[in-house]
């Protein structure tokens, strides 16, 4: 390649690049124009890379803190929903306790109607969303009024036990399983998580069986829920006296409804497989004023 220069002013002219030396230089120029430029857009590349992985790094710990939030709250929104069943329970028994002592007194039902709401108002207010803190301060708030209903059925089950002459009968009393066929799966007690394989507790014990048997109550009490729960899948909870509450899940369909009175041996659900559940079984739980104990102990109790 060679370059023709023209002078001004003169005929004459030069061509550059003519000669091998010329054609070296030419060569040497171009070849540091080209690598200045690659150099330049290399950097300006490396440069976005390192943008763009500060801005992905960014948005993966973004994700990760929604994660943990929704986390939290969903743990969170479970314990209040337990919380309000537990409560639910509490004052359902205080109503029926009242209902008798209404009636052994001769009281006015119109006067002391326990089904109703009682008379409230006040303006209006506008709704806010609540934080995590604020949901904190309503568990505190309900564990101390669940305190209060607790000191306050002992003291109505008192008075019922002096007025009606109530006695505990063998229909209220924990015992045998919750269904009539079926195998042992899952003990109470640590065992290998079905769908982590890492070491768990298990607070409760698994009757695998056939989808579609029925799931009976262990003893009489009064339906706390009987629904959806989280892991749980369709459930059916227990109010029992002394204290005792019993939970059945997984079921593929319950057949109580909250707050009816059930007794021992009736159905209470059917045999399924929802929730975090591997197949066909019932999750049975027994509780003692909160606390999951062994519930072998009363599968394997005998009535005098």
């Not at 109505?156 to 109530?166: G, K, T």
């Not at 640590?190 to 769908?195: A, E, K, Q, Y």
Request: with cysteine; proline share 3%.
């Amino acid at each position: 390649m060679s370059v023709t220069v023209f002078y001004r002013g003169r005929h004459r002219h030069f061509s550059f690049g003519s000669t091998p030396s010329q054609l070296t230089v030419t060569a040497v120029l171009l070849f540091c124009i080209a690598s200045g430029a690659g150099a330049a857009f290399a950097n300006l590349f490396q440069k976005g890379n390192a943008e763009l992985e500060k801005v992905q790094l960014s948005r993966a710990a973004e994700t990760e803190e929604i994660a943990d939030i929704r986390r939290r709250a969903e743990n969170q929104l479970a314990a209040l929903t337990s919380k309000v069943a537990t409560l639910q329970a509490q004052v359902n028994r205080l109503n029926m306790v009242g209902e008798r002592l209404i009636d052994a007194a001769n009281l006015s039902t119109e006067e002391f109607n326990l089904h109703e709401n009682p008379a409230m108002g006040g303006p209006a207010q506008t709704s806010t969303e609540i934080s995590l803190a604020e949901l904190n301060a309503v568990l505190l708030q309900l564990n101390e009024l669940e305190q209060n209903l607790q000191s306050e059925q002992t003291r109505f089950a008192m008075l019922e036990s002096l007025d009606l002459n109530h006695h505990i009968g063998k229909s209220v009393q924990l015992s045998g399983r919750p269904v009539l066929s079926g195998y042992l799966s899952s003990s109470f007690g640590v065992r290998s998580d079905p769908f982590s394989g890492e070491p768990s507790v298990h607070r409760g014990v698994d009757f695998a069986g056939r989808e579609g048997d029925s799931i009976f109550a262990t003893a009489g009490g009064i339906v706390t829920w009987s629904g959806e729960r989280f892991g749980y899948g369709k459930l059916v909870e227990i109010e029992h006296s002394d204290g005792y509450r019993t939970r059945y899940a997984h079921a593929k369909e319950t057949t109580v409804q909250v707050g009816q009175m059930v007794t021992k041996g009736q159905e209470v659900a059917i045999m399924g497989s929802t929730g975090r559940s591997t197949g066909p079984h019932v999750h049975y739980e027994v509780l003692k004023n909160g606390q999951q104990i062994d519930p072998m102990m009363f599968v394997n109790r005998r009535i005098q």
